[in-house]
Each structure stands twice: as structure tokens, then as C-alpha cells.
């Protein structure tokens, strides 16, 4: 009678665990949900295509003497302080003051300013953009501009094209920003001890493409360009 009592608890106990059922989470328990999966990153736009912009950076100089002391390499900073225009205040201060690497040399009867380390628009395969100035030996850059010396010490600067293309205006790619970059201007200043300043009128230009949907624009205005010699 025992072992038959014994049994029968054995055997409800098992049909009890097998009869278990988990409580579902009441209204107010929070769900763990899954991470959501990584989404792949898109690249940025660019704004015109990829065989119209180039990196230059800065080539060697040559080894021979050079006697005019206005030639050789610079460290340019322009600097365009206009404060009104097409949405001025849309335009970054970054875009508004930029460093190059600068070469001047002789050309013609005036100096060419050649510009590096920097990404420049240039006229592509497909698509040209008049990056050419008949007083300047572009081949197909925006990245030139002209200077003018006047007697010992006096000097002018020529950023301005020659007609209705972009000829001597500076034309700079901004690729992590999707934007191009347009400085222009006339001005005038010194030379003196391997250092150029020059002041004058220009501005700037920053848009999203060639033609573009969505720019601002500084000037006309204040503009200043330093030279310091490298």
C-alpha cells in the first residue's frame, strides 16, 4: 500500500512539470528588442564629377639662382572680409579665409601665381568649364592668377577672368563639404623683405555645384592676400 502511494505522488509531480507554462510579461514589463542592424553608409554626393577636380600638391622647386627676389615659393593666405551678399551669412568663415602653397614666377611681362596643395576644378573630358585664361598657361586649372610689379616695392593682383569663363578667378573643390569654392578680387599692396600684402575688392562664391541649387555668396567687399616666403 506504501509503494503504491509512493508511485502514484512520483507520477503527478512529472505530469505537473510537464503541464508548465511561462508567464507571459505583464503591460508594464518592458521587451527586450534586438539591436537594429548597421546600416551601410552612402557616399556624399560630389559636386561635379570626378574628372573635374584634381589634387595638386606642391612639386619641387628648381635648384638654380634665381636674381629677381620676388620669385620663388609662399605661403598664401587669402582672406575675404566681406559681411553682405546673396546669403552671406550661409557662407562657412573657413570659406572665407584659405591657405595655399604658392609658386611665383615670371610670365610674359608680369608674374603668373600658380597654387597648390589644394583640390582645384579643372575642365574634364566631357565637361569643360573655362578653366583657361589666354594670359596664363592653365592647361585646363582653376588655380592661377596673375601679379603685377610696379617699381621696387609696389604691387598688383589680377584674380579676375578675362571674360565671361573663370579664366584667372581661383576655383577650389570642397569634397568632405559637397561644395565649390570661388575667390575673386582686385587688389594692390607691397613687397618688401620676401613678404607680399595686398589689399582690395572680390569676394567669394559657395555653392553646391556647377550649375548649383543651393549657394551663397560674400562680396563685393574687402579682400587681402599675404604672401610670407617659404
Known sequence: MIRAVVVLFVVSALAGCDSYQPAAPS???PVPQPAPAPQPTAPLPEPVRDDNWIYLPAPPRPTTVVTDPIVGRYRLEITSRASSGLRCQQVPEHAKRRTYTADIDPFESYYAVRLYEATFLRDGARVGFGCSDRRLDMRGICHQFILRRDGDEAVSIEMVPEDEWRGAEL???????TRLLQVHG??????????????????????????????????PGDIGWTFMRQ
Open 27 to 29: 503591460a508594464g514589463t
Open 186 to 219: 582686385l587688389g594692390n599692396g607691397t613687397f618688401r623683405n620676401g613678404r607680399i600684402e595686398a589689399t582690395g575688392a572680390g569676394g567669394v562664391w559657395y555653392g553646391n555645384g556647377l550649375p548649383a541649387s543651393d549657394y551663397s555668396a560674400c562680396g
Open 171 to 177: 576655383w577650389e573643390v570642397l569634397i568632405h563639404e
